[in-house]
Structures are given as structure tokens and as C-alpha cells.
């Protein structure tokens, strides 16, 4: 009850958070890529949003599963309806899911591509174009089932090292109990990456976060497992320092206590304002949300306020379904731009499990600011009784208000587009000069009075659904946001006022740049 009581006088209260108002514009806005597939494709599904184009707008990739992908250019009016134009630039099939990141720095995106088989490094080659690049790059691929994703630049690397979470072993004779693969830690060695280090044990990863849990400048690996198919596992971290092989957290040696969950997504953000990140874990029937329990004592020691804080999300809202809810992708997001942190949900059944809800609506749960959320997904308009999977919550057409797109099982996705009223914003992009130019591993804080809010950027997480491009942080009723970053080498930005309303290019030691939606 620390971390709540904390929030709660570091925030004032508010009596009713505003609902935001979406419109439904999945018939008219393009996007009709089904996630197709039976049993091998029950996980996955995910969504990517990243520019290609060089418009500034982010283009959509879809998973199809059993069904060819497919990449969309974003073509709508800043402000207007949302459109978007299918492409033949990327049609593999088996796809579960895809993260965009810049892996060779050359300031234009590449797509990291989850498979039912071999993953793929598609290089970006600029104007939505891209080529295959695991031979030139010395990715091994591997022809496992892939479901989990995150990337980080360890101290002293030009190219990031990529995780891998990997499920079941499809051809095991003891599939599916107990079958889990190795996940896998591929590393840089010089400008190509050296041959994967297994991650032994692995227990059917879902999801992975490289995330600095502690503040000590070298993050860990965070990965959440699927309980229904290990013997004898749990939630995991791992230690990766430098040069040094990955190593478990443990209880005995680190105070890592033991968690057993059907985990499916990580979503991150500071929830309780303490300054360190807290994780919302999703999962089949109650979900978690983790803040850490004593920081001084620099222990991954977490307290689970989910009950407390009204984010279990366990049984379905709406619908008439009381059977228990399967939780998937999970997303931080100001969606309703008051400068507090709400929470989206993608929810589906398995595979037409009879003891969980077969109508599943997603969770829109708007932070309330005395440490409670609110489910709000119905009075939005976006309470979808589809199998979801994968999801982004991202400002599709620039107007400073996030929208929504989910991929579904069987049916193909939905996209709603945000057209109500809304509070003051302000959107950023970081870029640095040589390596790891999207700045991941970054700190933007937002100073709101006398407390500090802090995020954490990221590559992975969710579930099989990624997003690079421009952040996005709710400001209420101010005029201007108070911001300073704190670069992936630990420099410091100093603190700037930006003005609400606009989209900010920040650079290391140089003013901010406003950019134009054109």
C-alpha cells in the first residue's frame, strides 16, 4: 500500500477521468489482414508501427499467421480519417508478430520478424523497401516458434543485442506440457551478430523487456512465461552484463521471488511515481501490476497492487460472459491526454477454451489520479468481443490523440480512430548521431509540480507487437511540459519547456527542433 499511498499525494485526485470518444473505421480505412492459423498460431499476432516513408506518419504491419503479412502506408490527412494502402513489401507468411528497430544505424528503419520457422532481419533500404538480411548480417534464424522480442545496446556496442523468446516445441513427443525451447541471446560481434547464446532454462516465453529495474545503468532481461506448458519454471530475469554471459536472478543470491502466471504481455511505464519502472504482467484470469518494494534496497523484490489499484481485469465488463478473461498485448498510454498513464488490454480466448470467456471485451482502464483506474472501454466505444491479440496504442493521423489499432484472430483487425475531446500534449522524437539512433535505453522524464515522472525507452514487450516513432505524453491543462532526457551513455539533458501542441526532434547538447506534419 506504500506505492498507492505514495501516488495518491503525489497526484492530485480527480473526481471522474474524462472517457475518450473513438469511432470505429475498420471498414473504411484499409487495414484487412486476418491472423490466420489453428494450434500453431493460438500466440502471436502482433502489430508494428514505425515510418518508413519518411512522412513523419507511421505505417502499419499486420501479422497474418497461416496467412501472408502485410505492411500498409499510412496515407491519412493529420487530423482526418484514417486511410492506409496495402504494400507487397512484405508478404512472408507464418509471421506471429514484428518490432521495428534501426539495427545498423543507418537513420532508416528495419523490421525484426517473428516466425513460425526462421525469424527474419529485414533491412530497410528507405521508401518502404526492404531486403532480407540474415545471411549479410550473420543471423542465425533459427526454426523455432518465436513468440517474444526486445533489443537493447549493451555499453561499448555499435549493434544492439537481440532477445528472442521462443514457445513450444512443435515436434517434441511430449508436446505440448513441458516441451518449452530455449530462448535465445543473440550478441553483436563487431557489425554482425555472433552465433545465439541459449537462455537455459527457458519455460515458453510470451514476452521480454530489457528494462533498467534498479537504476544502475545496466538493464536486465525481464521475460514473462506461459505457465500451461512448463514443469518446474516461473517469471524470469536475467543479469547481462558486458562482456560477461547472462546470468538468472535468483532468490537465494538476489531476493528473486518465485511467480507463476500464464504470462502473455509486459507493458512498463511509472505508475506510482517512485521513479522506478513497474510492470504490468497479463495473463489468463487475474493479471499483475508490480511495483518495486523497497528501491534502497536494490532487490527485484515486487509488490503486486493490481487488486488495489482495480487493474486485475480478470472477468469480462460487458458481454454477458463470466467466465474468466485471457489477457494478451498491454499498453501504457496518456489516452486521454490528463498527464496520467492509462491502460489498454487485448483480450481473447486461446483456442475456444470452454472455462474462459468467449466473449472477451478489451480493457480500456483510465488512470483516475488517486492510484485507482477506471474500466471506461465501453463508454469509449472500443469494447471488442473479437479474439485480440496484439495491439498499438499510437497517434495515427498526428493530431495529438492516440488511436488504436488490434489485430484479431480468425476475423482480421479493427482501428479505431480518437475524435473527441481530449487534454494539451506534446510529442518527441530522440535522435542521436552514430549508433543506436532511436536512442533505446533512453529516460525521458516529465516534471509535473514537485513530482517527477520517468520513462523508459524500449524495444519489446507487449506481445508481439512493436512500435518505434514519435513519443507521446498527455499534458492536461498545461500550456508547456517541463522535459529533460537522459541519454542510453547516462548524460543528462538539461530541463526544457516544450510547447503543448507541438512535435519536438530532441538531440544530445542541442535546442529542440519543432517538426511540421506535411
Partial sequence: MRALLFLALATPACAEPLVPQFTDETKTAGLATVYDGEWEYMAGG????????????????LSGGAAPSALYLNRSPQGGALAFEKTDAITLDAVLGAYPLDIDSDGVMDLVVLRQGENKLLRGLGNCRFEAANEAWGFDGGDAWSTAFAAIWEKGQDWPTLAIGNYI???AEAFPWGSCTDNWLHRPDGQRFAAPIPLTPSFCALSMLFTDWNRSGHPSLRVSNDREYYKGGQEQMWHLEPGQPPRLYTEKDDGWKRLRIWGMGIASADVNLDGYPDYFLTSMADNKLQV????????????DIAFPSGVTAHRPYTGGDQNASTAWHAQFADVNNDGLQDLFIAKGNVDRMPDFAAKDPNNLLLAVGDGTFSEAGDKAGVASLAVSRGAQVVDLNLDGKLDLVVQN???????????????AWVELRLVQDGVNRDAIGAVVELRRGEAVERHEITSGGGHASGSNGWLHFGLGAADAAEIRVIWPDGTEGEWQSLPAGSFQILRPGAPPKVWMPH
Avoid: H, I, N, Y
Avoid at 409 to 423: D, F, I, L, M
Fill in 46 to 61: 502482433g502489430v508494428a508501427t514505425f515510418d518508413c516513408s519518411g512522412d513523419g506518419f507511421p505505417e502499419v504491419f
Fill in 169 to 171: 516445441d512443435r515436434t
Fill in 292 to 303: 518495486l518494494k523497497d528501491p534502497a534496497a536494490a532487490k527485484p523484490d515486487f509488490a
Fill in 409 to 423: 484472430r480468425w476475423t482480421g483487425p479493427e482501428v479505431w480512430r480518437q475524435t473527441g475531446e481530449a487534454g
